[in-house]
């Protein structure tokens, strides 16, 4: 009995489709980066709070050439990088959990394991839920990658059926 074109041929599964792949690709750079974010906070936490905030100065001629910004720039405001070492180390703390469950997620959801989208959405949740435990609700400023990531929950919910 030969395989069907939308099956593997050596174990019988569905073909994983390129949406899926694109996801989980996309996902493990944003998690590899917010893991090697979250590690160097960890163990260069001073290092980090002296990094200073550089702010671009502009020539009246030059202000002038800057096209009018129709959306709130939050880097520059009070929320921008923490500067107390102790709250860049809970921050990490909490992103590390976070970053390395949606990591781990993906590889499952790779491999069309659909216990990978549960451990993904654990890790968002953590994401969210652990830096307000730790901080409080000003940390929500500086966890935009938590928000986009509910957004590929929702994306990966629509591939579930690729899944096992």
């Known amino acids: 009995m030969e395989p069907t074109p939308t099956e593997r041929p050596t174990d019988g599964l569905p073909v994983r489709s390129q949406f899926l ?11 590899a980066l917010s893991l090697f974010d979250a590690v160097i906070s960890l163990v260069q936490t001073d290092a980090v709070v002296e ?9 009246p001629e030059q202000q002038k050439e800057i096209p009018k910004q129709y959306f709130e720039d939050r ?5 921008n990088i923490p500067t107390d070492p102790d709250r860049i180390r809970l921050l990490a703390g909490a992103q590390f959990p976070y970053a390395l469950l949606t990591l781990v997620g ?17 890790g968002v949740v953590t994401g969210l839920v652990l830096p307000v435990i730790l901080v409080g609700f000003g940390a929500l400023n500086t966890s935009f990658g938590v928000f986009f990531s509910m957004l590929f929950v929702g994306l990966y919910w629509l591939n579930l059926k690729d899944m096992h």
């Open 75 to 79: 880097s520059s405001g009070d929320e």
């Open 106 to 122: 993906a590889v499952f959801m790779l491999r069309q394991r659909r216990i990978g989208f549960w451990i993904y959405v654990v």
């Open 21 to 31: 792949t694109l996801l989980c690709v996309l996902t493990f750079i944003g998690s």
């Open 51 to 59: 990094t200073p905030r550089v702010e671009r100065k502009y020539t």
